[in-house]
C-alpha cells in the first residue's frame, strides 16, 4: 500500500520534468534585453518631459519682477516700438472738416479754410525770378510762409491782381474783390504800383477800381473823313499791285493824321501785320500794333494788338520786352483768349 503511492509519485515526476536546451536560453535572454531597453527609454521620455517642464516654470520665474509683473533684462532682445500716430494740428490751424485740398505753391504752406475754396495755381514759383502766383477762383484759404524769409505771392481774383509779401495772411474771395487779413505780423501788398502796410489783425479789401468816364473822342470832320477813304482805297490798290512799302507808307499817314477817324487804329494793326508777315520788319511792326492798342484801347483790337506786339517783339529777338509785354497783357487780360500763346512766346511758365 505505500509501495503504490510512491510509484505513482516518480512517476508524475518524470512527466513534469523540463527538458532545457541552449537554444531555449539564448531566446529568454534576447526577450530580457528588449524588454530592459523598452523600460530604459520609457524613463528617459520621463525624465526629458519633467526637465522641460522644470526649466519653463524657472523660466517664467527669472523673466518676472517682483509680484510676477516680467520686467526687461539687459540681455533680453528689445522688443520693436509701435509708431505713434502724430500730433493733431491745431484747432486754429485746422480748415473745416470736408474742405479741399489746397495746392502746394512754392514758399507758402495753403490750406483751405472754407468748403468752396478754389485756389488754382498759375505759377508754382520754382523759377526764383518770377513769384509764385495763384488764382484765388472762389471762397478762402490761408496763406502761410515755410522759408526762412517770406517770398512774395501774387494773387489774382477776376481783375484784381496783388502782390503780397508776409509771414501768415487769409484771403477770401468776395465777388471780383479780394478781402485780406493779416494773421501773423505786418501784410505787404503792392497793387497797381502802389505799397500798403496791413498791421497784424488788420483787414483790407481790394476791389476793382472804377475806370473814369471815357471821354468822348472828336468826331473827324467830312474832309477828313474822305480823305481817309481815299488812302485805304490806294492801300488796297498798293496790296492788290504787290506793293506793301506803299501800302505801309499809306497806312502810317492814317494813323497819324488822322487819328481821330475810327478806321486809324486798323489800319496801324494792319500796318504791323504787313511790316512782321511780309516786310520782315519785327520792330517797326513792334511799334505799329502799340500804337494800334492805344488807338483802340477800349475796343476788340486792343487785345490782338498787344499779343501781336509779344510775338513781333519775339521775332526781333528781344526777350526782354517780349516779356514785358507779355506780362502787360497777362495782367490786363488774365482770361484772355491768347493767355497760353503769350506765355509761350515770352518763356513765361
Given amino acids: 500500500m505505500t509501495r503504490e503511492p510512491m510509484r505513482d509519485l516518480e512517476a508524475a515526476r518524470a512527466r513534469l520534468t523540463i527538458e532545457w536546451s541552449d537554444s531555449r536560453t539564448s531566446a529568454l535572454m534576447v526577450r530580457g534585453r528588449s524588454r530592459l531597453r523598452r523600460r530604459r527609454r520609457a524613463l528617459g521620455l520621463a525624465l526629458a518631459v519633467t526637465a522641460i517642464a522644470l526649466f519653463a516654470a524657472l523660466g517664467g520665474r527669472l523673466a518676472a519682477g517682483p509680484g510676477g509683473v516680467a520686467i526687461d533684462r539687459p540681455h533680453t532682445r528689445p522688443q520693436p516700438q509701435r509708431m505713434q500716430p502724430p500730433l493733431p494740428m491745431p484747432a486754429s490751424r485746422q480748415a473745416p472738416a470736408g474742405t479741399p485740398r489746397a495746392p502746394a505753391v512754392t514758399g507758402f504752406s495753403v490750406v483751405a479754410e472754407s468748403r468752396d475754396a478754389d485756389v488754382r495755381v498759375r505759377r508754382s514759383g520754382r523759377d526764383a525770378g518770377?513769384?509764385?502766383?495763384?488764382?484765388?477762383?472762389?471762397?478762402?484759404?490761408?496763406?502761410?510762409?515755410?522759408?526762412?524769409?517770406?517770398?512774395?505771392?501774387?494773387?489774382?481774383?477776376?481783375?484784381?491782381?496783388i502782390t503780397v509779401q508776409a509771414w501768415v495772411f487769409s484771403a477770401s474771395r468776395a465777388g471780383d474783390a479780394i478781402e485780406l487779413a493779416a494773421v501773423r505780423g505786418p501784410v505787404q501788398v503792392w497793387v497797381e504800383g502802389e505799397e500798403i502796410v496791413l498791421v497784424e489783425g488788420a483787414r483790407r479789401r481790394f476791389a476793382p477800381r472804377q475806370a473814369p468816364p471815357a471821354r468822348?473822342?472828336?468826331?473827324?470832320?467830312?474832309?477828313?473823313?474822305?480823305?481817309?477813304?481815299?488812302?485805304?482805297?490806294?492801300?488796297?490798290?498798293?496790296?492788290?499791285?504787290?506793293?506793301?512799302?506803299?501800302?505801309?507808307?499809306?497806312?502810317?499817314?492814317v494813323a497819324t493824321e488822322y487819328a481821330r477817324a475810327p478806321e486809324a487804329g486798323l489800319a496801324a494793326f494792319t500796318r504791323g501785320r504787313i511790316l512782321l508777315e511780309e516786310l520782315g520788319r519785327p520792330r517797326l511792326a513792334a511799334s505799329a500794333f502799340a500804337r494800334a492798342a492805344e488807338l483802340d484801347s477800349r475796343g476788340r483790337l486792343a487785345e490782338d494788338a498787344l499779343a501781336r506786339e509779344v510775338e513781333a517783339w519775339h521775332r526781333a529777338g528781344d526777350a526782354a520786352q517780349a516779356r514785358d509785354r507779355a506780362r502787360a497783357y497777362l495782367q490786363r487780360y488774365p482770361d484772355g483768349y491768347r493767355t497760353e500763346r503769350v506765355r509761350q512766346l515770352a518763356g513765361l511758365p
Fill in 130 to 161: 518770377a513769384p509764385a502766383s495763384v488764382d484765388l477762383v472762389a471762397g478762402a484759404a490761408r496763406f502761410e510762409a515755410v522759408t526762412a524769409s517770406p517770398r512774395r505771392l501774387e494773387l489774382r481774383a477776376g481783375s484784381v491782381a
Fill in 216 to 253: 468822348p473822342r472828336p468826331r473827324p470832320s467830312p474832309a477828313e473823313l474822305a480823305s481817309v477813304d481815299r488812302l485805304l482805297t490806294e492801300v488796297d490798290a498798293a496790296r492788290a499791285a504787290g506793293d506793301p512799302e506803299r501800302a505801309v507808307m499809306l497806312l502810317e499817314r
